[in-house]
């Protein structure tokens, strides 16, 4: 049809009913004349006309004035006399009035534009022509001014939207100090709406005169931003992100359905921008700046963003390409779980992207795992069908729902279900069968082996490292006579006589060089000296006098408290607690595995990691953590720390500046924050005290020390000034000074890395528990004692055992013993500092011997890493692998755990 109106024009057939023609007017005397304005006349058929054709025409007049005026223009013909009153009616009240102003365009081109403008918009007035056609020497016109700001009655837009819209900044100019900026058209179309599909020079334009609806929703539930990615306009989306457009603004389609640049997951109140107000679901709310603000990021990082993305929507963080851009843009309050045009967050377009940084960025500040797409598919989904298999590791530690299927029907196992291939399909399918994927439902017929209800194949393991000789036997035979290795202690004790008599030590006179153990060990025995006189005295007879509490007790007798209605109450006793250890070996970096154990833990338990234990000490990165326990942080929180400390911490070459380690301590511990503050569970967090030879172990605690509690000064803490007590030392000073590790960091004052002395604080944590006791029970508190009832240890990792080939230290007799010796002494070196900081091996050993013959539970959970992390690991490759391998381990040991568990609660 095309090509025959093409050759119908060619050929001289019809023209199209609305194009301008120039003819000549006197053949149209004989025409009747139906309506008439001025110079344009509304002509229809002769009444003696035999012509079948009959056509309505209306014709523009030239001015009697000019020479030419035998000529015209037929503007318009019509078939119908409705059509043609129609289209004069449009035209007759501005098309005469405009040329009449304009004279140029009183032509046929002019006169075609002209016409097209007002037929497809009959509601435009001269000022809105004169505003399309960007006719700025007219503007100031006396019949142009008067319209300057009225809106067109249709589509309520103004001359100045309408210069927007074309583009014509000349005319903008103008009409930017004659008119309201804050007008808005029938869809609710701000001057920025119209402004996000033409130019950035738009944009700046309008922003450096108001700013006012840069945020505003129209009818179809699209701010400015949201329109310029619609149009993929990157240079405006920029534009608009310098002006201060809030990126975290919900958007809707028609549909009602949220689909576009941000929204928040999980119930959350959605937020809009009003007036530099927060309004949410619960009412407005103040901000200390306009949330989701990016102007100041993008003044110095425009070409940090990755253009193509932009017309998907979203956020700048689902079109960042770097962990450092995403990190600043969420610092700037941008939403970590917005969604862009797709229903994907950032998190989906990174891992789709393959950024394994940017992923562990997101992950690590705390965005949603699980939300789906429009297709159904978590993260997850994109990381397996990727064939990622680090990607793959960092979702599945971060508690991504591994079972969950997408709108197919598929789980991340469907996947990779298949037989063995030699891809990464294998290994992926084994790292999510090593925690705990389930297998389709038997009703799924056609599933592939590695998911069908029926099949055996669950992926390829990877090659597994060379570990120490275990001692699983002997650690067994020590667990099960744990249990009742206490009753049978008591049992033997209790059937002892009392002896007739006891020889007193007199231990009056101060004792150079002695331990708080010492002393409380002779007040100890004196206590239990005097008991024993009393058991073995006349039951008539009162305690003597020389010994406090017993003549305390016996001359107190209990109180009795009675209730309103007169029945007498039994005493509300204070709860001390149950004696349930945890303690926490240092490492690094390698803290996360810490994270990790404990995070399996709370998930089989159901219960948070401080309601579990009334005890926890920690070394080193695990002496860090314990202090974020204390302060209320969750597991979770806990590991995205972490993970973004890294990146803050590990800076340069070490010694790393410890600036930036301490601010992130007061940032997340308090900067005024003390050891006392924290009531529940009892901390006791190690450091070494350098400043003497030899060097002496330092806990420092949230709870009065046995020391304290017997009121004596050993030469430990009256040496030069003594630590802070617990109501005055600063959370964050203890933790860095636990963390001081010598070659990482720079020393803390006086204090030096834990792990120097005490890497597992196990067998220290249980000395501390036990002085602590016979502290109480000495000064008359045996009320307040709690012995130990379970011990619970988690390491940083196993490393795997390797060959060391020189490590004798000689007198070198050739060049080539020199290289042998320089070989032996770096060996012998890393081996003493290996033994210095050991925390497995003979030391757990150790701790679960003592453990079994005083009758306590010991559990100890400690992976085996298949690499050697080093403390100071940055690589998220390694470090989500190893976490994986942490969280296989505790899959793997769920029964333990499960026992373990059943004596915690």
Request: proline share 6%.
């Amino acid at each position: 049809m095309e090509v025959f109106n093409v050759l119908r024009s060619i050929l001289g057939g019809d023209s199209p009913p609305n194009k301008v023609q120039e003819i000549k007017t006197d053949g149209h005397g004989s025409l009747t004349v139906l309506m008439r304005d001025e110079s344009m006349i509304l002509y229809g058929p002769s009444p003696n006309s035999t012509d079948k054709k009959i056509v309505y025409e209306i014709v523009l007049h030239r001015p009697y004035t000019e020479q030419a005026n035998i000529y015209g223009y037929s503007l318009y013909r019509a078939q119908t006399l409705e059509e043609a009153e129609e289209k004069f009616n449009l035209l007759f009240q501005r098309l005469p009035y405009f040329v009449g102003i304009v004279k140029e365009m009183y032509n046929v081109n002019g006169l075609q534009k002209i016409c097209d403008a007002l037929i497809e918009n009959p509601s435009w007035s001269l000022t809105h022509l004169v505003a399309y056609f960007n006719l700025t020497q007219y503007l100031m016109h006396p019949k142009i001014l008067e319209n300057v700001d009225y809106p067109d009655h249709v589509t309520y837009m103004t001359p100045l939207q309408l210069a927007i819209k074309s583009n014509n900044i000349d005319m903008v100019k103008i009409l930017l100090p004659l008119c309201k900026l804050e007008h808005l058209d029938i869809n609710s179309n701000s001057i920025y709406h119209f402004a996000a599909e033409t130019t950035k020079e738009m944009i700046n334009l309008l922003a450096a005169k108001n700013t006012e609806n840069l945020n505003h929703l129209n009818s179809d539930g699209y701010t400015p931003l949201h329109l310029a990615c619609i149009k993929d306009k990157p240079d405006c989306v920029k534009a608009l992100l310098l002006a201060g457009a809030n990126v975290n603004i919900t958007a809707k389609h028609n549909k009602s359905t949220t689909v576009s640049a941000s929204t928040r997951a999980n119930n959350a109140p959605r937020s809009i921008l009003q007036n530099g107000t927060i309004m949410t679901e619960k009412g407005p709310q103040v901000n200390r700046s306009v949330p989701g603000s990016v102007a100041d990021f993008l003044q110095t990082n425009q070409n940090k963003l990755c253009t193509g993305d932009m017309k998907y929507g979203g956020t700048p963080l689902h079109w960042s390409s770097s962990r450092e851009v995403l990190s600043q843009l969420i610092n700037r309050d941008c939403d970590v779980n917005a969604l862009n045009f797709n229903q994907q967050t950032a998190l989906h377009v990174m891992v789709n992207r393959e950024r394994l940084d940017c992923v562990v960025c997101l992950l690590s500040h705390e965005a949603e795992i699980n939300l789906k797409d429009k297709d159904g598919n978590t993260a997850l989904h994109i990381a397996v069908e990727r064939k990622n298999i680090p990607i793959v590791q960092a979702l599945v530690v971060f508690g991504c729902d591994i079972n969950m299927p997408n709108h197919d029907g598929k789980t991340p196992r469907h996947m990779v279900g298949k037989d063995a291939n030699g891809t990464n399909d294998d290994m992926i399918l084994y790292i999510l069968h090593s925690v705990g994927a389930k297998r389709c439902p038997a009703s799924n017929k056609n599933c592939p082996p590695g998911c069908s209800s029926t099949g055996t194949y669950n992926g390829i393991p990877p090659a597994q490292p060379e570990t120490m000789d275990t001692r699983d036997h002997i650690q067994n035979v020590l667990q099960s006579t744990s249990k009742n290795r206490k009753e049978s202690v008591m049992s033997a004790l209790n059937s002892l006589k009392p002896k007739d008599e006891v020889n007193l030590v007199d231990i009056t006179p101060e004792q150079k060089g002695a331990s708080v153990m010492d002393a409380l060990l002779s007040m100890f025995t004196g206590k239990i000296v005097s008991k024993v006189d009393a058991a073995t005295s006349s039951g008539s007879k009162k305690s003597s006098p020389t010994t406090p509490s017993t003549s305390k007790a016996a001359s107190m007798e209990e109180p009795i408290i009675i209730d309103d209605d007169g029945e007498v109450m039994e005493e509300e006793k204070p709860f001390y607690g149950r004696g349930r250890l945890l303690c926490l070996d240092g490492g690094g970096i390698r803290g996360l595995i810490l994270v990790q154990l404990l995070l399996e833990i709370e998930k089989l338990s159901q219960t948070p990691i401080n309601h579990m234990f009334d005890w926890i000490a920690g070394t080193s990165t695990g002496g860090i953590l314990a202090l974020g326990l204390g302060c209320g942080k969750t597991m979770m929180q806990c590991m995205c720390l972490y993970l973004r400390l890294k990146e803050i911490a590990f800076v340069g070459s070490r010694p790393y500046p410890s600036d930036p380690l301490e601010q992130v301590l007061k940032d997340n511990l308090g900067e005024f924050t003390v050891m006392s503050d924290i009531k529940h569970p009892k901390l006791m967090v190690t450091g070494v005290m350098a400043d003497r030879k030899p060097v002496d172990l330092h806990l420092f605690r949230n709870y009065t020390c046995a020391s304290e509690i017997l009121g004596i000064v050993t030469p430990t803490s009256n040496r030069r000034v003594p630590p802070p007590p617990p109501d005055q030392q600063l959370l964050w000073r203890a933790a860095r000074a636990t963390g001081a590790a010598p070659s990482y960091f720079r020393a803390f004052g006086r204090f030096l890395d834990g792990g120097l002395i005490a890497n597992n604080p196990t067998l220290d944590a249980i000395t501390e528990i036990h002085e602590y006791n016979m502290a109480l029970t000495s000064v008359g508190r045996e009320k307040e004692v709690v012995p130990i009832s379970v011990v619970v240890s988690l390491g940083t990792g196993l490393i795997p055992v390797t060959e060391l080939k020189e490590i004798d230290v000689f007198r070198p007799d050739s060049i080539w013993d020199t290289a042998k010796l320089a070989y032996g002494i770096s060996a012998i070196g890393n081996l003493l500092v290996d033994q210095a900081t050991a925390s497995d091996g003979r030391v757990v050993d150790r701790a679960r011997a003592w453990c079994s013959m005083i009758g306590v539970p010991y559990f100890r959970f400690n992976p085996q890493m298949s690499v050697d992390v080093a403390m100071d690991e940055k690589s998220d490759a390694v470090l989500v692998n190893m976490l994986w391998e942490a969280k296989a381990y505790m899959y793997a040991n769920r029964n333990k755990i499960m026992e373990m568990i059943n004596i915690l609660k």
